[in-house]
């Protein structure tokens, strides 16, 4: 590990650490976000909920992984997309990354380090973006995301060999 990584390792203070899951979140925005999730049948209502937790607390983590989550679970691939995008930009933002992921390398921050969070978080938010891109159609880019984590996380701790497995095998008969 370089001095620059671990000097980003010990400088993730608890504060942030508890800013990305939910720390720090407006007591508004919480509540909003618990309303969401109790009226999750009710898509009304939960997005209205969803807005006003965004409205009090804008660009928190807590709030994107909760619109990207509603999105998602409710088969809205195309709006989970949007937010992954979101996210992606606030996990480079955060890490001190490149703004486009394509060129962000693995000595950028400390990808390899499973306990530093933000790095972790910014995996797992381009995790999410490959899985989006390939369930999309959008094979090329969901492959690109793929090797890209690979390339940052090659003992594949995020588990992105999996994906890579799937578009290989896209095309291949089953016999089953």
């Known amino acids: 590990m370089s001095s620059r990584q671990a000097a980003s390792v010990m400088a993730e203070a608890p504060d942030l650490a508890d800013a990305l899951l939910g720390g720090g979140l407006h007591s508004a925005a919480y509540h909003h976000l618990c309303a969401a999730g109790a009226s999750y049948h009710q898509d009304a209502i939960a997005e209205r909920h969803l807005s006003l937790a965004?409205?009090?607390?804008?660009?928190?983590?807590?709030?994107?992984?909760?619109?990207?989550?509603?999105?998602?679970?409710?088969?809205?691939?195309?709006?989970?997309?949007?937010?992954?995008?979101?996210?992606?930009?606030?996990?480079?933002?955060?890490?001190?990354?490149?703004?486009?992921?394509?060129?962000?390398?693995?000595?950028?921050?400390?990808?390899?380090?499973?306990?530093?969070?933000?790095?972790?978080?910014?995996?797992f938010v381009l995790k999410g973006y490959a899985y989006l891109q390939m369930r999309l159609g959008n094979l090329e880019e969901g492959e690109a995301a793929v090797r890209k984590l690979l390339e940052l996380d090659p003992a594949d701790k995020i588990g992105a060999r999996v994906l890579l497995g799937v578009i290989q095998r896209r095309g291949e008969v089953d016999d089953d």
């Open 54 to 123: 965004q409205a009090a607390a804008p660009g928190h983590a807590a709030v994107l992984i909760a619109y990207y989550r509603y999105y998602f679970y409710k088969g809205r691939l195309p709006e989970a997309l949007q937010i992954a995008r979101l996210c992606l930009t606030k996990a480079a933002a955060d890490n001190g990354l490149p703004p486009d992921w394509r060129q962000v390398a693995a000595g950028d921050a400390a990808f390899g380090h499973y306990d530093a969070l933000l790095p972790r978080f910014f995996l």
